[in-house]
């Protein structure tokens, strides 16, 4: 084998150990260290820059390997910092993609790592706006990007194959991975909608919640997903301390309480991954 060959089935397969890992630690406690996310950037990066050298070893493909540390760097430096660190970080990621992309646009290297950027910033946002609803989430599909700005193929995979053109640079393998994890993720609702069906209980919150006792949820791992003032109940997204929440539901009265699980999403992002890497984009079939 060729280390064209090589390097795309190596990162497949060391990706597909972490995430197996995290998966499994998100099962197990619906948290995940932010060292899976590392070891996946870090070693993507190292890949990056394997198969630059095979190519000749070009400073634009070493200059946007350091603007993917810096990304990297961003995203795991979960500590407060000042705004003129921020400012150096964003600088430094803007100036160390942007000026290989004006010297040698046309480098099929130099424009696929242009993605890596992109999807950080529209990652970053999906995660402001509630999209993606843990950090973990965010930092998963960012280290996914920066480790993956093509699609890896190796022997005969993906069996969809890969279009030429713009369509995979646009829909890059970790949007992939979101879309086919986010249909995956519908078997939870389907549980969720059954559940409520067999207890009678449908409306706009039976794709959502359940019902639950208040003593029982405050020991699961699901979400409240309802507030008080004292006076009424209200709908409200993931509280940042549910205890609170939990305790002023007593003192209004609740006994049973409306929930929604804490999906371990990476276990969908990890079966996505390999269906994805193994199959390929399924929307490659109709674009």
């Known amino acids: 084998m060729t280390v064209p060959d090589i390097v795309p ?9 972490v995430l197996g890992s995290a998966a499994a630690s998100d099962i197990r406690t619906r ?12 070693v993507g990066i190292m890949f990056w820059l394997i198969a630059s050298w095979y190519q000749g070893a070009k400073w634009e ?10 990304i990297m760097f961003d995203v795991l430096w979960d500590s ?21 992309c004006a010297i040698s646009p046309s480098d099929p290297s130099v424009q696929a790592g242009m993605a890596i950027p992109a999807f950080y910033v529209l990652y970053m946002l999906m995660y402001a706006a509630g999209l993606l609803r843990g950090g973990a989430d965010a930092k998963c599909m960012i280290s996914l990007t920066v480790a993956f700005p093509v699609y890896p193929e190796f022997w005969d995979f993906p ?10 640079a646009v ?11 986010l249909l995956f993720s519908l078997s939870g609702a389907a549980y969720i909608f059954l559940r409520n069906l067999r207890h009678g209980n449908i409306g706009d919150r039976a794709l959502h919640g359940y019902l639950m006792d208040i003593d029982e949820a405050e020991r699961s791992h699901v ?19 549910p205890s609170e929440v939990y305790s002023r539901l007593r003192a209004h009265g609740e006994k049973e309480i409306w929930v929604t699980p804490m999906i ?12 994805t890497g193994l199959a390929g984009n399924l929307l490659f079939l109709i674009l």
Do not use: N, Q
């Open 80 to 100: 407060d910092r000042s705004k003129a660190v921020s400012a150096a970080i964003y600088g430094s990621v803007f100036v160390l993609f942007l000026v290989p």
């Open 223 to 241: 979400w409240p997903m309802d507030d008080t003032d004292g006076e009424r109940l209200f709908r409200i997204s993931i509280p940042e301390d």
């Open 264 to 275: 371990p999403f990476i276990l969908p992002v990890f079966a996505s991954v390999v269906f």
């Open 31 to 42: 948290t995940v260290r932010d060292l899976h996310w590392a070891a996946i950037g870090i």
């Open 9 to 17: 089935l190596a990162l497949f397969a060391i990706t597909v150990a």
């Open 159 to 168: 069996i969809i194959a890969v279009p030429e053109g713009v369509v995979p």
């Open 61 to 70: 493909h070493v200059a946007m390997a350091a603007g993917s540390c810096m």
């Open 171 to 181: 829909f890059v393998f970790s949007a992939a991975v979101l879309f086919h994890a």
